[in-house]
């Protein structure tokens, strides 16, 4: 699909809740996803303080000022926060429903469903506790209301497979304006090297626009 980088001389919607969401119109976004049992309370709570140590020690108030830091220092930020957060959603923790060929394939079909239709899709897995996407929503699309239907349909369907009820997701999924053609090829190689990152040789789905070009039940 065609690809626009973030332009910082263009306007930015920002809003918060606990993580930082920013849209530019006509942008591809890295999405993750990850269900409410991926990562236990306190390990999430430790990774949150050491998080806010390293931005207090540098000055930086909130995340809209990351981008005041240096390459080096944004690099490290994300070596050490982002990234480990991602480690963490790859040890398998939680029920891991995903991972279940018949779970799994409902959230791929809504993936696909709107592709073309409301948004456009670059690649894409299904893990066993979480999922990434590199998608382009529609021009009258908004990037949350995309996340929200993929989350709630899923949720209701697969609350009816296994007879289970109350949060099956995570409140909140992470988003990242996709920065350069660079950044593009980071995202979507680790995408596709995300289930032998995790050693996974089941329970996934990997995928690039409507195709699935792996699936390993």
Same mark, same amino acid.
């Given at each position: ?144 209301h995309i996340v929200k239907? @993929? ?9 009816q497979m296994i007879g289970s009820s109350g949060?099956? @997701? ?48």
């Open positions: 699909m065609a690809f626009t980088p973030y332009d910082p001389n263009e306007p930015v919607k920002r809003h918060r809740l606990r993580l930082p969401h920013w849209q530019q119109r006509d942008r591809t976004y890295f999405i993750t996803s990850r269900l409410a049992d991926s990562v236990p309370a306190s390990v999430r709570k430790t990774w949150v303080t050491q998080r806010k140590a390293w931005l207090s020690q540098r000055g930086v108030k909130s995340d809209k000022d990351l981008e005041k830091l240096p390459e080096e220092e944004r690099n490290e930020f994300h070596r050490k926060f982002t990234a480990k957060f991602h480690d963490l959603l790859d040890a398998g923790q939680g029920a891991c429903w995903l991972a279940k060929p018949e779970i799994g394939k409902v959230l791929a079909d809504l993936l696909i469903e709107g592709h073309g239709k409301r948004y456009l899709l670059d690649a894409w897995v299904v893990m066993p506790n979480h999922f990434h996407v590199l998608v382009e929503p529609g021009e009258s699309e908004s990037l949350g239907q @993929w989350k709630g349909a899923s949720a209701r369907l697969i609350h949060s099956f @997701w995570q409140a909140e999924a992470f988003d990242h304006i996709v920065r350069s053609e660079r950044q593009l090829m980071h995202f979507r190689r680790y995408i596709a090297e995300n289930p032998k990152k995790a050693r996974l040789s089941r329970g996934y789905t990997v995928g690039m626009g409507n195709v699935v070009t792996d699936f390993s039940p």
